[in-house]
């Protein structure tokens, strides 16, 4: 199994510019989640999902979207990109009554 | 909301030294606890985790971790780390039963020296 799956790995934009972050899993799990990894501050929730057609904000969601039209893939939008988005998102997904997530390999992404 | 406190941003053994890693954690109710590790230019994996029953958890590569609800902790323990284990350790919690994803601790970043 694959697992979780983002693409792309790495990527520069510049300010105002938009991008997706894809991200896939092929667990059937019902959960996904969008997180955002800074340096010393650990990870913050963007967004999460509990299921197809069902999104929800997380504690630091401004300046993305999200949408969740299959259970296998929740994608992450950013419209306008700012410096601040500067970071490492890693997307993850758990099952409906488990609550262990896994997580995938990371965006590196810069915003210049 | 909850939140999670490690004690440590950065711990520095030598090979063969005894690890704990301090956790807290704030919610008041049926609470899950995990572990996860992230090597450099990795993703992270899931060490161990804590749902009910056994205090003391077991991980993998000779991990351990003990739940004391009187005392809102869930430390990580190793008896004899080796060079391998030199990554970034991240503690978290999550509401019994809740959707709405893990909350982190802002991670211990270990260095085990040869």
């Known amino acids: 199994n694959a697992g979780v799956t983002q693409t792309p790995k790495f990527r520069i934009l510049k300010i105002g510019q938009s991008m997706t972050l894809q991200c896939t899993q092929d667990m059937n799990h019902n959960y996904m989640y969008w997180y955002r990894q800074d340096p010393g501050m650990g990870l913050k929730l963007i967004y999460y999902?509990?299921?197809?057609?069902?999104?929800d904000k997380g504690e630091v969601p401004n300046g993305y979207n999200v949408s969740r039209s299959t259970t296998e893939d929740f994608p992450l939008r950013l419209e306008l990109a700012a410096p601040s988005q500067t970071s490492v998102y890693f997307c993850?997904?758990?099952?409906?009554?488990?609550?262990?997530?896994?997580f995938g390999q990371g965006t590196r992404l810069t915003v210049v | 909301a909850q939140s999670v406190s490690q004690h440590n941003h950065h711990v520095i053994l030598s090979e063969a030294a005894s690890l704990e890693l301090g956790c807290n954690y704030s919610?008041?109710?049926?609470?899950?606890l995990f572990w996860y590790v992230q090597y450099p230019g990795q993703h992270l994996q899931l060490l161990l985790k804590y749902f009910s029953g056994d205090p003391l958890v077991k991980g993998i590569k000779g991990f351990e971790a003990e739940f004391i609800k009187s005392k809102f902790s869930f430390n990580l323990r190793k008896p004899s780390v080796q060079w391998s284990d030199t990554a970034e350790y991240f503690c978290?919690?999550?509401?019994?039963?809740?959707?709405?994803?893990?909350?982190f601790g802002k991670g211990t970043h270990l260095i085990i020296q040869p």
């Open positions: 978290a919690s999550r509401s019994g039963g809740g959707a709405d994803g893990l909350t």
């Open positions: 919610y008041g109710g049926t609470v899950n």
């Open positions: 999902s509990v299921g197809a057609g069902i999104t």
């Open positions: 993850a997904s758990s099952s409906l009554w488990g609550a262990e997530a896994f």
